[in-house]
């Protein structure tokens, strides 16, 4: 079972939080800092195993995670999950994200959270991993995407319009720009085992 | 109107979105928070608005804040309104934000059952897909009873994408409400085999999560896995199911050597390293389950040690990392096999990598040698010091002593290094493992008494040093080591050299700031110190060495009494009025001396941890007797029910009661026993005499003396046990020397060579003889201690309450809850069905067929009983012919309806399990069963080819070959010889049970059953098509693959096996399948292609092998057998040419195959008989000569019958079509005349079920 997705950036800043138990927002929030502690402060040529924390955890436990870029992606395993096989499930998950946003960036992640959620939503299901092609997940989201196209029809159009003044809205933008270290491209992946 | 909407969405184009919302946070990052309450407040008022778009959009941000450890859980409401949104759009945003923040105990959580339960009917996949995606994340027991129904009959939807889901979230009901398991569990098994592989991979991830936790339970389920880990090409699934297979084997050892090959073959084949990683965990899971009396899997321990050590050696940590996991848990049985890589691992204890360094110690921990430890445990001691981190530090330190206690100090052969060790440990600044270096401390200076004078010498340095360890009030854990060295120094004064001063040290005003309980041990302490002085002075004539001590006693004492801590008060005021009266007897020149040290003498001895549990309760004793009656409960109620205050006392009174009597008074036996055993202040009743310390022999070795005893702890330069290391070394060559000298070797001159090789040379553990010969005290236990030691569960472990028997037949009270209408079983005893099909006229009818049916009932009560047993033995017999061939459906489809009929047929199931453990080879069963059927069609037919002979050699099997020659080829004959060859397999394997069983009665039903010569007419029926080059097998059966939701009027499938040999000895390839569609059954052929084309076989076969294939076929009329014409074309290859050939063969459905063994109850059945709708016909039978148990047996193998009801000589059956037609039989049998009068819906079909019957019987 996979007890928590988390995903933040290289400052710890939460990305994505997906708890498959519950805890209060507060011990969520904790949870992210202690993990990203944990994980922070590794180099980059240890291995992506990590016994887990004091809040997550215990001894069935363990921090699963991978680095790219900016991001941290981690899952939080119990025992009954092979941990080669999350590092590459980890993976199908960006390769994925990088479909789906086409080249994706951190950016993408912060200001579509709700599409990573639905992703994510079909590669692992309450805790428990529901398809790791590729190909079939792509499928599914398309799908849903175009549905939610299809109902937004004529009425949807203008609202898009307005958003897409809005990302042009001028006094904005270059405080946008400034941000720059977000807007590091995840790099070509390393290839899938 | 549409102006309205116009406007709306005009409205919702200035409100902020998500993305502003995030765009907003980035652009005030100074008053964050300020900014995000505009934020909230804004979207509180978007949730009052009527406008979905709006509500949608302000719940999506909700879901973006609570990530940010918002709590948004007063938004609840709303975000049910958005989840029941029709559009998919805002039904998604709704659910999502539910998935985030809803659980267990969010109220509303109860409003949405209805809404889930339409999205998971919803025609759109999506919505049902959203759906249980928000479910799994916020099922409650509630939600999980409600809906388990519709989730179950989601997991037969004809969309995988629904199907992987329902099946998946499964597990989250069964957790919540666990009552769902048996009745899903049928289903859920059938979904191992479903065509979608995304689905499949669901199942047997549930599957497994159930088995991880309760293992016991999904044995029966391992001939499946097997057969999935031999055929899956899907690494997550075949991962799953060896991670599985790991959690199996321990409780089936048979198991685990039918794992070995496979495994090894995988680990050998795959280039996967996932799997082959859990290929070694499993083989290793395996080795360890056959570690006893398995002595030739030495090849496999090499082979997993030999990959383990290709993955540590590996420049990838992650492989690095799993290489040490593995490694150690091989280490725990073949310890020898992994030391031999020692050098690897102590390499990997100086890896950069924490998670790598900490698996390496694990594993030191079954490296160490009395040869090494010192070794070892000099270069953890370099690491404590260098580590920074005090998490990893703590790590080692408990390794340390981990490694160096283990199995009785068995490793130790000096323990004033150990000590040593343990007081350089002291100096680590902010450990949290104080106490546990002080447990150690205690625990060898009481049990090596020759170590006592060492130990006592360095605990009074210790404390005369304490300010080192308390002086920074952080690293107060620590300090529990002064708790340690005042109660030793007090304890064994007699060794202290210098007891004046040591009594000073713990009389400093300092001491009053430690915690309590240590300042405790130090004032009883001081009194023991101060009776060792007094007597050591007592011979002397200069008396003020004792009276300085009376005084100092007296002068310092009154700063404990003033403590805030009771012990400490109590104890220091007693003592303080001893020593003063002591104080008064000086004065007076009287000798107390002997007095005081009276007070102290005896001996502790130590005391296992656990010896109070393990106390055996003497016979007679009950313990939860009460011991005096407890006032009535009865009596007070009913006495004075009104009263309020004679009404509650009892009620306040026995709780107390019980409390006082029972569990308190045992805690608190529990709480002195402990706190005597740990409490070195408490005297023996008996105090044992002192024994005289034997002066150990080795000491002489060791000088002792050269030890500076007032060394500061922080010695400069070398730490103080690296002494030892060297003085070890020194003494062992020396030894050594000795040795050789009196055994008078001539090789003296390798004597040189052997001080550098010293760890690797010859020496063996033998060799190495203690420095002290230690005399190690074992813990007292009780006299006739129990040994068991109680692991007790987590109680609140949520996977606890689905340890259920999934064996056991289902009752019908533990059906799912079902909403009215709702056909939710596609197997289903006609009760349902026909509540099903008209549901209020029936219940009255239903109830006075009951009732006619009690008396009956209690009449026949016993010998019901009688033939239900018998009949499970026919069951079970049928399912070890059915699962002779598991690979087709019919044996899965039967899952279900066993699992659901009454009579138990866990036995059955038990028996299968063990007959496909006990098969040697390791080809499955099933395999194995069907190419023993092909061999044996195929002898007759073609003489010439070069055929292969049946693969097991069996006694029978000349017999059979014999039998095979004399008998013409007629088609069924054949089948009857298969089935006996069949038959005569299972029979040995029954035999093999009887061995095991013990009930006298079934056995001998059983034996005669098997016995009986005549053969058992086949399941399956096997057409035979034969060539010189080929031969064909096929089996053909009806399988319901029908809509499970209910819709059984169409739909109807038919899988047929073919099984397909190759006699000859050339390669056969490009095989086609193809029929002759008729009007009524056709086979299914891949979209697109034409309705006369063949299908492709799926394989090739290579010479003498044989492979089965099934083909799906539709059937619109089952009331009529059918004849299909078919061809198979296929490409003979030899070396140097290849031919096609081709090859006819006929299918014949019978009307039998389109029965499906159905359970009934004889209420049900009684009811079926009188609704009236159905048509009679009988028939009879002459010259039967078998026993009438036989003859049902042979009806319900043949034909898919259940036997409802059985009187004497006279039976009632029942079966259903796969189109739901019930079939109801009455057989009766006079001497040897069979009659069977039979009923069904369709006249049709039971004229010739009965004509097949007849059949059956005119054959034998």
Same mark, same amino acid.
């Given at each position: 079972?996979?007890?928590?997705?988390?995903?933040? !950036?290289?400052?710890?800043?939460?990305?994505?939080?997906?708890?498959? &138990?519950?805890?209060?927002?507060?011990? &969520?929030?904790?949870?992210?800092?202690?993990?990203?502690?944990?994980?922070?402060?590794?180099?980059?040529?240890?291995? !992506?195993?990590? &016994?887990?924390?004091?809040?997550?955890?215990?001894?069935?436990?363990?921090?699963?995670?991978?680095?790219?870029?900016?991001?941290?992606?981690?899952?939080?395993?119990?025992?009954?999950?092979?941990?080669?096989?999350?590092?590459?499930?980890?993976?199908?998950?960006?390769?994925?994200?990088?479909?789906?946003?086409?080249?994706?960036?951190?950016?993408?992640?912060?200001?579509?959270?709700?599409?990573?959620?639905?992703?994510?939503?079909?590669?692992?299901?309450?805790?428990?991993?529901?398809?790791?092609?590729?190909?079939?997940?792509?499928?599914?989201?398309?799908?849903? !995407?175009?549905? &939610?196209?299809?109902?937004?029809?004529?009425?949807?159009?203008?609202?898009?319009?307005?958003?897409?003044?809005?990302?042009? !809205?001028?006094?904005?933008?270059?405080?946008?720009?400034?941000?720059?270290?977000?807007?590091?491209?995840?790099?070509?992946?390393?290839?899938?085992? | 109107?549409?102006?309205?909407?116009?406007?709306?969405?005009?409205?919702?184009?200035?409100?902020?979105?998500?993305?502003?919302?995030?765009?907003?946070?980035?652009?005030?990052?100074?008053?964050?928070?300020?900014?995000?309450?505009?934020?909230?407040?804004?979207?509180?008022?978007?949730?009052?608005?009527?406008?979905?778009?709006?509500?949608?959009?302000?719940?999506?941000?909700?879901?973006?804040?609570?990530?940010?450890?918002?709590?948004?859980?007063?938004?609840?409401?709303?975000?049910?309104?958005?989840?029941?949104?029709?559009?998919?759009?805002?039904?998604?945003?709704?659910?999502?934000?539910?998935?985030?923040?809803?659980?267990?105990?969010?109220?509303?959580?109860?409003?949405?059952?209805?809404?889930?339960?339409?999205?998971?009917?919803?025609?759109?996949?999506?919505?049902?897909?959203?759906?249980?995606?928000?479910?799994?994340?916020?099922?409650?027991?509630?939600?999980?009873?409600?809906?388990?129904?519709?989730?179950?009959?989601?997991?037969?939807?004809?969309?995988?994408?629904?199907?992987?889901?329902?099946?998946?979230?499964?597990?989250?009901?069964?957790?919540?409400?666990?009552?769902?398991?048996?009745?899903?569990?049928?289903?859920?098994?059938?979904?191992?085999?479903?065509?979608?592989?995304?689905?499949?991979?669901?199942?047997?991830?549930?599957?497994?999560?159930?088995?991880? /936790?309760?293992?016991?339970?999904?044995?029966?389920?391992?001939?499946?896995?097997?057969?999935?880990?031999?055929?899956?090409?899907?690494?997550?699934?075949?991962?799953?199911?060896?991670?599985?297979?790991?959690?199996?084997?321990?409780?089936?050892?048979?198991?685990?050597?039918?794992?070995?090959?496979?495994?090894?073959?995988?680990?050998?084949?795959?280039?996967?390293?996932?799997?082959?990683?859990?290929?070694?965990?499993?083989?290793?899971?395996?080795?360890?389950?056959?570690?006893?009396?398995?002595?030739?899997?030495?090849?496999?321990?090499?082979?997993?040690?030999?990959?383990?050590?290709?993955?540590?050696?590996?420049?990838?940590?992650?492989?690095?990392?799993?290489?040490?996991?593995?490694?150690?848990?091989?280490?725990?049985? %073949?310890?020898?096999?992994?030391?031999?890589?020692?050098?690897?691992?102590?390499?990997?204890?100086?890896?950069?990598?924490?998670?790598?360094?900490?698996?390496?110690?694990?594993?030191?921990?079954?490296?160490?040698?009395?040869?090494?430890?010192?070794?070892?445990?000099?270069?953890?001691?370099?690491?404590?010091?260098?580590?920074?981190?005090?998490?990893?530090?703590?790590?080692?330190?408990?390794?340390?002593?981990?490694?160096?206690?283990?199995?009785?100090?068995?490793?130790?052969?000096?323990?004033?290094?150990?000590?040593?060790?343990?007081?350089?440990?002291?100096?680590?600044?902010?450990?949290?493992?104080?106490?546990?270096?002080?447990?150690?401390?205690?625990?060898?200076?009481?049990?090596?008494?020759?170590?006592?004078?060492?130990?006592?010498?360095?605990?009074?340095?210790?404390?005369?040093?304490?300010?080192?360890?308390?002086?920074?009030?952080?690293?107060?854990?620590?300090?529990?080591?002064?708790?340690?060295?005042?109660?030793?120094?007090?304890?064994?004064?007699?060794?202290?050299?210098?007891?004046?001063?040591?009594?000073?040290?713990?009389?400093?005003?300092?001491?009053?700031?430690?915690?309590?309980?240590?300042?405790?041990?130090?004032?009883?302490?001081?009194?023991?110190?101060?009776?060792?002085?007094?007597?050591?002075?007592?011979?002397?004539?200069?008396?003020?060495?004792?009276?300085?001590?009376?005084?100092?006693?007296?002068? /310092?004492?009154?700063?404990?009494?003033?403590?805030?801590?009771?012990?400490?008060?109590?104890?220091?005021?007693?003592?303080?009025?001893?020593?003063?009266?002591?104080?008064?007897?000086?004065?007076?020149?009287?000798?107390?001396?002997?007095?005081?040290?009276?007070?102290?003498?005896?001996?502790?001895?130590?005391?296992?941890?656990?010896?109070?549990?393990?106390?055996?309760?003497?016979?007679?004793?009950?313990?939860?007797?009460?011991?005096?009656?407890?006032?009535?409960?009865?009596?007070?109620?009913?006495?004075?029910?009104?009263?309020?205050?004679?009404?509650?006392?009892?009620? %306040?009174?026995?709780?107390?009661?019980?409390?006082?009597?029972?569990?308190?008074?045992?805690?608190?036996?529990?709480?002195?026993?402990?706190?005597?055993?740990?409490?070195?202040?408490?005297?023996?009743?008996?105090?044992?005499?002192?024994?005289?310390?034997?002066?150990?022999?080795?000491?002489?070795?060791?000088?002792?003396?050269?030890?500076?005893?007032?060394?500061?702890?922080?010695?400069?330069?070398?730490?103080?046990?690296?002494?030892?290391?060297?003085?070890?070394?020194?003494?062992?060559?020396?030894?050594?020397?000795?040795?050789?000298?009196?055994?008078?070797?001539?090789?003296?001159?390798?004597?040189?060579?052997?001080?550098?090789?010293?760890?690797?040379?010859?020496?063996?553990?033998?060799?190495?003889?203690?420095?002290?010969?230690?005399?190690?005290?074992?813990?007292?236990?009780?006299?006739?201690?129990?040994?068991?030691?109680?692991?007790?569960?987590?109680?609140?472990?949520? %996977?606890?309450?689905?340890?259920?028997?999934?064996?056991?037949?289902?009752?019908?009270?533990?059906?799912?809850?079902?909403?009215?209408?709702?056909?939710?079983?596609?197997?289903?005893?006609?009760?349902?069905?026909?509540?099903?099909?008209?549901?209020?006229?029936?219940?009255?009818?239903?109830?006075?067929?009951?009732?006619?049916?009690?008396?009956?009932?209690?009449?026949?009560?016993?010998?019901?009983?009688?033939?239900?047993?018998?009949? %499970?033995?026919?069951?079970?017999?049928?399912?070890?012919?059915?699962?002779?061939?598991?690979?087709?459906?019919?044996?899965?489809?039967?899952?279900?309806?066993?699992?659901?009929?009454?009579?138990?047929?866990?036995?059955?199931?038990?028996?299968?399990?063990?007959?496909?453990?006990?098969?040697?080879?390791?080809?499955?069963?099933?395999?194995?069963?069907?190419?023993?059927?092909?061999?044996?069609?195929?002898?007759?037919?073609?003489?010439?080819?070069?055929?292969?002979?049946?693969?097991?050699?069996?006694?029978?099997?000349?017999?059979?070959?014999?039998?095979?020659?004399?008998?013409?080829?007629?088609?069924?004959?054949?089948?009857?010889?298969?089935?006996?060859?069949?038959?005569?397999?299972?029979?040995?394997?029954?035999?093999?049970?009887?061995?095991?069983?013990?009930?006298?009665?079934?056995?001998?039903?059983?034996?005669?059953?098997?016995?009986?010569?005549?053969?058992?007419?086949?399941?399956?029926?096997?057409?035979?098509?034969?060539?010189?080059?080929?031969?064909?097998?096929?089996?053909?059966?009806?399988?319901?693959?029908?809509?499970?939701?209910?819709?059984?009027?169409?739909?109807?499938?038919?899988?047929?096996?073919?099984?397909?040999?190759?006699?000859?000895?050339?390669?056969?390839?490009?095989?086609?399948?193809?029929?002759?569609?008729?009007?009524?059954?056709?086979?299914?052929?891949?979209?697109?292609?034409?309705?006369?084309?063949?299908?492709?076989?799926?394989?090739?076969?290579?010479?003498?092998?044989?492979?089965?294939?099934?083909?799906?076929?539709?059937?619109?009329?089952?009331?009529?057998?059918?004849?299909?014409?078919?061809?198979?074309?296929?490409?003979?290859?030899?070396?140097?040419?290849?031919?096609?050939?081709?090859?006819?063969?006929?299918?014949?459905?019978?009307?039998?195959?389109?029965?499906?063994?159905?359970?009934?109850?004889?209420?049900?059945?009684?009811?079926?008989?009188?609704?009236?709708?159905?048509?009679?016909?009988?028939?009879?039978?002459?010259?039967?000569?078998?026993?009438?148990?036989?003859?049902?047996?042979?009806?319900?193998?043949?034909?898919?019958?259940?036997?409802?009801?059985?009187?004497?000589?006279?039976?009632?059956?029942?079966?259903?079509?796969?189109?739901?037609?019930?079939?109801?039989?009455?057989?009766?049998?006079?001497?040897?005349?069979?009659?069977?009068?039979?009923?069904?819906?369709?006249?049709?079909?039971?004229?010739?079920?009965?004509?097949?019957?007849?059949?059956?019987?005119?054959?034998?």
């Amino acid at each position: 079972m996979i007890k928590a997705i988390l995903i933040f !950036n290289n400052h710890g800043k939460p990305r994505l939080s997906k708890f498959y &138990e519950h805890y209060n927002e507060d011990t &969520e929030q904790q949870i992210i800092r202690e993990t990203f502690h944990l994980v922070s402060k590794r180099d980059e040529n240890v291995c !992506n195993f990590l &016994e887990g924390g004091m809040l997550i955890g215990g001894s069935d436990y363990k921090l699963i995670y991978r680095h790219y870029a900016t991001l941290y992606f981690v899952f939080c395993v119990d025992s009954s999950e092979s941990e080669l096989g999350i590092l590459d499930l980890i993976q199908v998950f960006v390769e994925t994200l990088d479909k789906c946003f086409e080249n994706v960036c951190e950016l993408d992640l912060i200001f579509h959270v709700d599409k990573v959620h639905n992703i994510l939503a079909e590669m692992v299901m309450g805790g428990m991993v529901l398809e790791t092609n590729m190909n079939e997940i792509i499928t599914q989201v398309d799908a849903q !995407n175009k549905m &939610e196209k299809a109902e937004a029809g004529i009425a949807g159009a203008p609202a898009r319009a307005v958003s897409a003044v809005k990302n042009m !809205n001028l006094p904005e933008m270059p405080r946008n720009i400034n941000i720059g270290d977000i807007s590091i491209k995840v790099p070509n992946l390393p290839s899938f085992k | 109107m549409a102006l309205k909407i116009v406007k709306g969405s005009i409205d919702r184009m200035f409100d902020k979105n998500l993305q502003d919302l995030v765009r907003g946070i980035r652009n005030h990052k100074d008053d964050e928070a300020k900014y995000i309450s505009t934020c909230i407040d804004e979207i509180k008022q978007e949730l009052k608005q009527d406008n979905i778009a709006v509500k949608a959009n302000a719940v999506c941000k909700l879901t973006y804040l609570q990530m940010l450890g918002y709590d948004v859980s007063w938004a609840a409401f709303n975000i049910v309104e958005v989840m029941s949104s029709s559009k998919f759009t805002y039904k998604r945003i709704g659910y999502l934000a539910a998935s985030q923040c809803f659980h267990e105990s969010t109220d509303v959580i109860m409003l949405t059952t209805n809404q889930i339960r339409k999205d998971l009917s919803s025609p759109n996949q999506y919505d049902t897909g959203v759906a249980l995606t928000g479910l799994s994340c916020f099922v409650t027991p509630d939600l999980a009873r409600d809906l388990a129904n519709d989730i179950m009959t989601l997991m037969s939807h004809t969309k995988p994408y629904i199907r992987k889901k329902a099946v998946l979230i499964m597990y989250k009901v069964f957790l919540k409400y666990p009552e769902s398991l048996r009745p899903a569990f049928p289903r859920l098994k059938e979904k191992l085999e479903d065509p979608d592989p995304g689905v499949q991979s669901a199942a047997v991830n549930v599957i497994c999560e159930l088995a991880r /936790r309760n293992p016991k339970n999904y044995l029966s389920l391992a001939p499946l896995f097997f057969k999935l880990m031999t055929s899956s090409t899907n690494n997550w699934v075949l991962i799953k199911i060896i991670k599985l297979f790991g959690a199996l084997t321990p409780l089936e050892p048979r198991l685990g050597k039918k794992l070995i090959e496979p495994l090894t073959n995988l680990i050998h084949s795959t280039s996967a390293m996932s799997l082959l990683y859990e290929c070694v965990n499993t083989v290793i899971a395996v080795l360890i389950s056959l570690s006893s009396g398995m002595p030739n899997h030495s090849a496999s321990i090499q082979l997993c040690v030999q990959k383990l050590r290709i993955l540590i050696e590996d420049s990838d940590q992650n492989l690095k990392y799993l290489g040490l996991l593995a490694m150690s848990k091989i280490l725990k049985t %073949h310890p020898k096999s992994v030391q031999s890589h020692k050098d690897l691992i102590l390499q990997c204890l100086d890896d950069k990598d924490e998670s790598i360094r900490l698996r390496a110690l694990d594993l030191l921990y079954g490296m160490v040698s009395k040869k090494n430890l010192m070794e070892i445990v000099k270069k953890l001691m370099l690491h404590v010091d260098k580590a920074e981190g005090t998490t990893y530090r703590d790590e080692l330190l408990t390794k340390i002593i981990d490694i160096c206690s283990q199995s009785n100090y068995q490793y130790i052969t000096n323990f004033e290094w150990y000590i040593s060790i343990l007081v350089e440990l002291t100096r680590l600044e902010g450990t949290r493992h104080g106490h546990l270096i002080a447990s150690q401390m205690l625990d060898v200076a009481i049990r090596v008494k020759a170590i006592r004078a060492f130990a006592v010498a360095q605990m009074a340095t210790l404390l005369d040093n304490a300010h080192l360890l308390t002086g920074n009030t952080q690293r107060n854990g620590i300090c529990e080591v002064l708790y340690a060295a005042a109660w030793i120094c007090g304890e064994f004064s007699e060794h202290l050299e210098n007891p004046v001063q040591t009594l000073e040290a713990m009389l400093r005003p300092k001491v009053a700031t430690l915690p309590g309980h240590i300042q405790a041990v130090y004032v009883q302490n001081t009194a023991k110190l101060f009776a060792t002085i007094l007597k050591s002075q007592e011979g002397n004539s200069d008396s003020t060495t004792s009276e300085e001590t009376t005084q100092l006693l007296i002068d /310092r004492l009154p700063v404990f009494v003033q403590s805030a801590n009771l012990e400490v008060q109590e104890r220091a005021s007693c003592i303080l009025q001893l020593v003063k009266y002591i104080q008064k007897l000086q004065q007076k020149d009287v000798e107390v001396a002997e007095e005081v040290s009276a007070l102290f003498a005896g001996e502790l001895n130590p005391v296992a941890p656990k010896a109070q549990k393990k106390v055996p309760v003497p016979e007679g004793l009950d313990l939860d007797a009460w011991i005096n009656e407890p006032p009535s409960e009865s009596e007070s109620e009913d006495e004075q029910p009104k009263a309020i205050f004679t009404k509650e006392e009892p009620k %306040h009174a026995r709780p107390r009661h019980t409390e006082v009597d029972e569990k308190e008074l045992a805690k608190r036996r529990e709480a002195r026993k402990q706190e005597q055993a740990n409490n070195p202040f408490y005297i023996k009743a008996s105090p044992s005499s002192q024994k005289v310390y034997q002066d150990a022999s080795g000491v002489e070795h060791i000088p002792v003396v050269q030890i500076d005893l007032s060394v500061p702890l922080k010695v400069p330069g070398l730490p103080m046990s690296d002494q030892y290391v060297k003085l070890e070394e020194e003494r062992r060559q020396k030894e050594r020397a000795e040795k050789k000298k009196k055994e008078k070797k001539k090789r003296k001159e390798k004597r040189s060579g052997r001080g550098k090789k010293h760890d690797s040379g010859p020496e063996s553990e033998e060799d190495i003889t203690p420095a002290h010969m230690v005399d190690i005290v074992t813990e007292e236990m009780p006299e006739n201690a129990l040994p068991s030691d109680e692991d007790d569960k987590d109680p609140n472990d949520p %996977h606890k309450a689905l340890d259920i028997d999934l064996d056991k037949p289902l009752a019908d009270s533990e059906k799912l809850p079902v909403r009215a209408h709702r056909a939710a079983e596609a197997l289903k005893s006609p009760v349902e069905d026909a509540e099903a099909d008209n549901a209020g006229p029936q219940e009255s009818r239903k109830k006075s067929g009951k009732e006619k049916k009690k008396d009956k009932d209690r009449d026949r009560k016993k010998s019901k009983e009688e033939k239900k047993k018998r009949k %499970h033995k026919h069951e079970g017999k049928e399912e070890d012919l059915l699962g002779g061939d598991a690979n087709e459906p019919v044996a899965q489809s039967e899952e279900p309806s066993e699992a659901a009929e009454p009579p138990a047929s866990a036995t059955a199931e038990v028996s299968d399990l063990d007959f496909w453990l006990s098969n040697a080879p390791v080809s499955s069963r099933t395999q194995e069963a069907t190419t023993v059927a092909a061999a044996a069609a195929a002898a007759p037919t073609t003489p010439t080819a070069p055929s292969i002979t049946a693969p097991v050699s069996e006694p029978d099997e000349p017999q059979d070959a014999e039998m095979e020659e004399t008998k013409s080829s007629k088609h069924k004959k054949k089948k009857q010889k298969k089935e006996k060859e069949e038959k005569k397999k299972k029979k040995k394997h029954h035999h093999h049970h009887h061995r095991h069983s013990d009930g006298g009665v079934e056995e001998s039903v059983q034996n005669g059953t098997v016995e009986e010569d005549e053969p058992l007419p086949p399941m399956s029926n096997y057409c035979l098509l034969a060539e010189n080059a080929y031969i064909k097998m096929m089996g053909e059966d009806a399988d319901q693959v029908c809509d499970i939701q209910g819709n059984l009027q169409d739909g109807s499938q038919v899988v047929v096996s073919v099984i397909f040999e190759n006699k000859c000895s050339s390669f056969l390839k490009s095989m086609e399948f193809n029929v002759l569609d008729s009007l009524n059954s056709k086979l299914q052929r891949p979209e697109g292609s034409g309705p006369h084309d063949g299908l492709t076989v799926p394989f090739q076969l290579p010479p003498g092998v044989s492979n089965e294939a099934r083909f799906v076929f539709t059937v619109q009329s089952i009331v009529m057998p059918q004849k299909l014409k078919g061809t198979l074309t296929f490409i003979v290859k030899n070396e140097d040419s290849s031919t096609h050939e081709k090859l006819d063969f006929k299918l014949h459905f019978t009307c039998t195959s389109y029965l499906i063994t159905t359970p009934c109850y004889s209420d049900a059945f009684a009811k079926l008989l009188e609704s009236g709708d159905l048509k009679s016909s009988s028939i009879r039978l002459e010259g039967i000569n078998m026993p009438f148990h036989h003859l049902l047996a042979r009806i319900c193998f043949h034909h898919h019958f259940s036997v409802v009801e059985r009187i004497d000589s006279c039976a009632s059956m029942y079966s259903r079509s796969i189109q739901g037609h019930h079939v109801c039989l009455l057989v009766k049998t006079s001497g040897q005349t069979v009659s069977i009068d039979a009923k069904c819906d369709e006249p049709t079909l039971l004229g010739n079920v009965l004509d097949e019957i007849k059949q059956t019987f005119s054959l034998c």
